[in-house]
């Protein structure tokens, strides 16, 4: 039973860990940008899928309604997206794009119809979710030759080999503290109450798991009796 | 003043960051000191007053040496990252 919820709750975590990542990092689609505008775009409860309030070309005509730029698109198999063309300000995520009116410029250059298609990468971040009108920031375009080129998101490796490094890093330290701040402290409590057998069983069975052993070491900072 | 307050967060979270590895560190290097003493047999038999010589002055050592150096990246990438990203994302 408590295995079971142990791993649920694991699961429910990893997926937020991944769906989060699956936001905020850069993917690159392959399209043809067949339109450019703006629009008077009402923002209400889908406010955290778009840009903090102060970050620029988000002009606000009133506090609900901002005049955002989007970008149509169409894949090479004939599916559409569009992208929406925000300042991402200073926090996050952290792109710190600020040339929102020259990414549109480039795109409205890029513009091509099916007689003559125009293909170009388009890096983003972001979901289309009509549901919630939510939309995908585009960061940057760039043209490629042709629909079925083939693009290395090297960036996305080296943040995850980056974060795999930082994960295994927390993990030395953590196994490193507990190897010579914890372990030896709970040994001292062993031996002070050597004597009283099965108090040692109760000091033992307290310090199991993560969070009993950092209370079992912070209790060997308490005056000994 | 976005980026005043970013940059505020950031130096504070990489300190917080700094201090915990150089932490780590020592404590790393001062167990491979201790197990290089342990381990030596031409070391048995010598008293713990040595041994705790042999490892403090191990770690001055450390205090003195590179790789107490290379902790400062913790504070140079980030920042060379930052401003890769500035420029990559709106200039290039």
């Given at each position: 039973?408590w295995?079971?919820?142990k791993?649920?709750?694991r699961?429910?975590l990893?997926?937020i860990?991944g769906?989060?990542?699956?936001?905020?990092?850069?993917q690159?689609?392959v399209?043809?940008?067949i339109?450019?505008y703006n629009?008077?775009?009402?923002?209400?409860?889908?406010w955290m899928?778009?840009?903090?309030?102060?970050?620029?070309?988000g002009?606000e005509?009133?506090?609900t309604?901002r005049?955002?730029?989007?970008i149509?698109?169409?894949?090479?198999?004939?599916?559409v997206?569009?992208?929406?063309?925000e300042?991402?300000?200073?926090?996050?995520p952290?792109?710190f794009?600020w040339?929102?009116?020259?990414l549109?410029?480039e795109a409205?250059?890029?513009k091509s119809d099916?007689a003559?298609?125009q293909w170009?990468?388009?890096?983003?971040y972001?979901?289309?979710m009509p549901?919630f009108?939510?939309?995908p920031?585009?960061?940057?375009?760039?043209?490629?030759?042709g629909p079925?080129?083939?693009?290395?998101?090297?960036v996305n490796?080296v943040?995850?080999?980056?974060?795999?490094?930082?994960?295994l890093m927390?993990r030395?330290m953590?196994l490193?503290?507990r190897?010579r701040m914890?372990?030896?402290?709970?040994?001292?409590?062993?031996e002070t109450f050597?004597?009283?057998g099965e108090?040692?069983?109760a000091?033992r069975?307290?310090?199991r798991g993560?969070?009993g052993r950092?209370?079992?070491?912070l209790?060997?900072?308490?005056?000994?009796? | 003043?976005g980026?005043?307050r970013?940059a505020f967060?950031m130096?504070?979270?990489?300190t917080i960051i700094?201090?915990?590895?150089?932490?780590?560190?020592r404590?790393?290097?001062r167990e491979?000191?201790?197990?290089?003493?342990?381990g030596?047999?031409?070391?048995?038999?010598?008293?713990?007053?040595?041994r705790?010589?042999?490892?403090?002055?191990g770690m001055?050592h450390?205090?003195?040496?590179?790789?107490?150096?290379l902790?400062?990246l913790?504070?140079?990438?980030?920042t060379?990252?930052?401003?890769?990203?500035?420029?990559l994302?709106?200039w290039?």
């Amino acid at each position: 039973m408590w295995t079971k919820i142990k791993w649920g709750i694991r699961i429910v975590l990893l997926l937020i860990v991944g769906l989060f990542l699956h936001y905020t990092m850069p993917q690159r689609d392959v399209v043809q940008i067949i339109n450019t505008y703006n629009k008077n775009t009402p923002i209400g409860a889908n406010w955290m899928f778009y840009s903090i309030e102060d970050t620029g070309t988000g002009v606000e005509t009133t506090a609900t309604i901002r005049d955002i730029r989007f970008i149509d698109a169409v894949y090479a198999d004939g599916d559409v997206m569009v992208y929406r063309n925000e300042d991402t300000g200073w926090f996050w995520p952290p792109y710190f794009k600020w040339d929102s009116s020259t990414l549109q410029a480039e795109a409205t250059n890029l513009k091509s119809d099916k007689a003559n298609p125009q293909w170009v990468a388009v890096t983003h971040y972001g979901w289309r979710m009509p549901i919630f009108s939510i939309f995908p920031n585009a960061v940057k375009i760039t043209p490629v030759d042709g629909p079925d080129v083939r693009l290395i998101p090297w960036v996305n490796i080296v943040i995850l080999a980056f974060l795999a490094f930082v994960i295994l890093m927390i993990r030395k330290m953590w196994l490193q503290f507990r190897e010579r701040m914890v372990d030896p402290a709970l040994a001292d409590v062993g031996e002070t109450f050597d004597a009283a057998g099965e108090r040692v069983d109760a000091a033992r069975k307290e310090a199991r798991g993560f969070f009993g052993r950092i209370g079992a070491w912070l209790n060997t900072w308490k005056a000994k009796k | 003043m976005g980026w005043l307050r970013l940059a505020f967060l950031m130096y504070v979270a990489l300190t917080i960051i700094y201090f915990v590895t150089g932490i780590y560190s020592r404590s790393v290097r001062r167990e491979k000191l201790e197990k290089e003493w342990d381990g030596d047999p031409a070391r048995e038999g010598r008293t713990p007053q040595e041994r705790q010589a042999f490892i403090e002055a191990g770690m001055v050592h450390y205090d003195r040496g590179l790789k107490k150096r290379l902790l400062w990246l913790i504070y140079i990438l980030p920042t060379i990252g930052f401003l890769a990203t500035i420029y990559l994302v709106n200039w290039q």
